[in-house]
């Protein structure tokens, strides 16, 4: 009897100090367990509480009072799957005739309340097919991404959900993003994330960092061009765009509109064209926006017009010829000067760190999700790397990205250059690296031994 207290005693502290220290261990070994077992028997009480229930049909009322039973009770929303996950528990529930997929969304602070959980979020599938997904704990304190993401070209994992899901970045369905971050707001983690990420896909890389290069040049073996002052920018988005036009040519030679030809067959972008005469897809990653827009004389001026027109150019254009802009800085507003609203309204995907007023915030969510604004400017400035991420439908949640520092970025960059792709119009522009040292090489000078 005393050993079974003492197992018992150690399997309770055990559990009590891997919820404190490590909470997805605690969650896969004891949590998932408890949390689902709680769900199963206190899912048609929380229901009834939270007005999630419709009255039973009228003729199981007259059933009754014509054989003298009992009223039948209210009828909750049928349980289709209860699935278990690394970070908590996905719920799929088929709503009754009349209700609607916004009052559960409603009760999501009530159904994490009553169901013991950290979070709860709302999705309707289709119709009458809403998934709640339960976290068990605090997922973006310690972000762990998980080892399979399902690799699919032009799609990278960048971020954790505050959901558990693993956030995308897809640029085949969005093609055009912009970041947003005060300093220190976790904004370089961000983009180092997207980087080692898109350097093991077929891509060509386009870097546009006018802190001298501090950002990106450390990763430029993975770059197929780089350019570190305003100048030397101009010079690479006009190359961008007519490279642009020559892939636009290149799709209309191999258009084939002919009447035997089926129509899944005509190519309109570059995913249409065959493999052996696709044009590699293009990343232009511009670090700091506001860099290239800003100007203090008029020779400037006349600059910064040429820069922004070719970036609204490529933002309108380049989906096609596969060119997808990632515009990062702190502040992207109209005291950037003409033609930068008409840019930002190509700029489908927002995501935006922690920032320092709310009109930063409104510049990114504004005019797609009002309502990000508010989760934006709340984010805390001792969480570093959280964010808000949002696109054009007006839905939006919150992410943040595991903290890769730069030399695990360079060490990835390195790992695949041989994948860099040598772009004939972008050749002037390749950044000039010395070559890798051997792994046999010392990595330090032996000092002169004395006697």
Known sequence: MTGSLVTLLLVVVTALILRWRRPACYWMTFGVTLAALRVAVRYASVMDACGLTVPPARWRLSLARMTNRPVPE?????????????????????????????????????LRHSFGMY?????????????????????LRR??????????????????????SVHYRDYRAVPHGLTLG???????????????????????????????GVELF??????????????????????LVQHMEDVYQLIRSAQRITVDVPDADIAAGIWDLPADIRPTPVVVLVDEVAELALFATKDEEKRRDRIVTALVRLAQ????????????GQ?????????????????????????????????????????AVLAAIQIPTDVPGIAVSGDSTGGWTRIRAPH??????????????????????????????????SATAPLTKAAPTTA
Do not use: W
């Not at 300093?183 to 961000?190: C, L, P, R």
């Not at 450390?218 to 190359?239: H, I, M, Q, V, Y």
């Open 317 to 328: 254009l380049g989906r096609a010829a596969g060119i997808y802009l990632e515009i990062c």
């Open 404 to 437: 890769t520092s730069l030399r695990q970025a360079v060490n990835i960059c390195n790992r695949h250059a041989d994948r860099t792709p040598d772009v004939p119009a972008l050749a002037a522009f390749r950044p000039a690296v010395a070559p890798l040292a």
């Open 182 to 212: 005060a300093t220190e707001s976790g904004k370089s983690v961000y983009q180092r994330n997207l980087v080692a990420g898109l350097a093991a896909h077929d891509v060509a890389l386009v870097g546009i960092d006018c802190k001298q």
């Open 143 to 164: 972000v762990q991404m998980p080892a399979e993401t399902g690799p699919a070209p032009m799609r990278i994992p960048v971020a954790l959900r505050e959901d558990g």
């Open 74 to 110: 209210s009828r909750v929303p049928r349980i289709l799957r209860l699935r278990p996950t690394r970070t908590g528990l996905v719920l799929r529930i088929k709503l009754r005739p009349g209700q609607d997929a916004f009052d559960v969304a409603s009760a999501t602070d009530r």
């Open 331 to 371: 502040r992207f507003g109209s005291e950037l000067g003409k033609g930068i609203t008409m840019l930002r309204a190509q700029l489908t995907g927002r995501t935006a760190h922690r920032v320092n007023d709310e009109s930063s915030a409104n510049m990114a969510f504004g005019d797609i999700a009002p309502d």
């Open 119 to 139: 979070g709860v979020t709302s999705r309707e599938l289709r119709s009458g097919i809403v998934e709640l997904r339960m976290t068990g704990y605090d997922v």
């Open 218 to 239: 450390p990763l430029a073996r993975r770059f197929s061009a780089l350019a570190d002052n305003p100048d030397t920018a101009l010079e690479l988005l006009e190359a």
